[in-house]
């Protein structure tokens, strides 16, 4: 009976053999290097539909942004509203964006526009380029009267005819350059009022009469 069985799987292995001329036995060198080399002996037809290696992402950039019309190298600086968390992109070569910037200047907690006095953006940038800041703070710029009333009624220190009611002052800083050397530089090189507020750290400039102080 085990003669038997030993004929039988001798005779399939035969069968097998001669079906598939090149399979080779368990033993020999061609079937070691094939498990070496899982990807030994296929064709260039075979190897195509391995999956493809996906390229690494890159940054998104939007159609019609200013960053993919120009690049965020020819960005000078940017104002920034510390309120309303948005900033608007000041390029080296370029117009001003107005209405951007009016609309990032609106008064907080009304949202009432009002154009910003030319000479006041200037200087702003004229700053920002003297200290190589690449970015501007902007602490305050148009106030609106119902603003400026309800911040007295807080007890807070404003002028009662602000010029902040006019869009003619602005409130900001620079990172990493302290007020008072802010405020000694605009002083020597701005014509109009300049305020310095050393603990709250910014400075105050408005188109007024030439005058400096201190504030808290």
Same mark, same amino acid.
């Given at each position: 009976?085990?003669?038997?069985?030993?004929?039988?799987?001798?005779? =399939?292995?035969?069968?097998?053999?001669?079906?598939?001329?090149?399979?080779?036995?368990?033993?020999?060198?061609?079937?070691?290097?094939?498990?070496?080399?899982?990807?030994?002996?296929?064709?260039?037809?075979?190897?195509?539909?391995?999956?493809?290696?996906?390229?690494?992402?890159?940054?998104?950039?939007?159609?019609?942004?200013?960053?993919?019309?120009?690049?965020?190298?020819?960005? =000078?600086?940017?104002?920034?509203?510390?309120?309303?968390?948005?900033?608007?992109?000041?390029?080296?070569?370029?117009?001003?964006?107005?209405?951007?910037?009016?609309?990032?200047?609106?008064?907080?907690?009304?949202?009432?526009?009002?154009?910003?006095?030319?000479?006041?953006?200037?200087?702003?940038?004229?700053?920002?380029?003297?200290?190589?800041?690449?970015?501007?703070?902007?602490?305050?710029?148009?106030?609106?009267?119902?603003?400026?009333?309800?911040?007295?009624?807080?007890?807070?220190?404003?002028? =009662?005819?602000?010029?902040?009611?006019?869009?003619? =002052?602005?409130?900001?800083?620079?990172?990493?350059?302290?007020?008072?050397?802010?405020?000694?530089?605009?002083?020597?090189?701005?014509?109009?009022?300049?305020?310095?507020?050393?603990?709250?750290?910014?400075?105050?400039?408005?188109?007024?009469?030439?005058?400096?102080?201190?504030?808290?």
């Amino acid at each position: 009976m085990e003669g038997e069985i030993t004929g039988r799987i001798l005779g =399939a292995l035969l069968l097998a053999a001669a079906a598939f001329p090149g399979l080779a036995r368990a033993g020999d060198d061609e079937v070691c290097d094939s498990a070496a080399d899982p990807m030994a002996g296929l064709s260039d037809e075979e190897e195509v539909t391995r999956p493809a290696v996906r390229p690494p992402k890159r940054d998104k950039v939007y159609p019609g942004s200013p960053d993919a019309r120009r690049g965020y190298e020819n960005i =000078a600086t940017t104002i920034f509203s510390v309120h309303e968390r948005e900033g608007v992109p000041i390029f080296e070569k370029g117009t001003l964006p107005i209405a951007a910037l009016e609309s990032l200047f609106r008064c907080r907690g009304f949202g009432e526009r009002h154009t910003i006095d030319a000479r006041l953006v200037e200087t702003v940038l004229a700053a920002a380029a003297e200290f190589k800041a690449r970015r501007v703070n902007v602490v305050s710029a148009y106030r609106s009267p119902k603003l400026n009333d309800a911040l007295a009624k807080k007890g807070r220190r404003v002028a =009662a005819e602000s010029r902040h009611t006019q869009g003619e =002052a602005i409130d900001f800083n620079l990172p990493d350059v302290p007020a008072a050397r802010l405020g000694a530089w605009l002083w020597d090189h701005f014509e109009g009022g300049v305020g310095v507020y050393v603990r709250d750290d910014f400075v105050h400039i408005d188109v007024g009469p030439r005058r400096r102080w201190k504030g808290r």
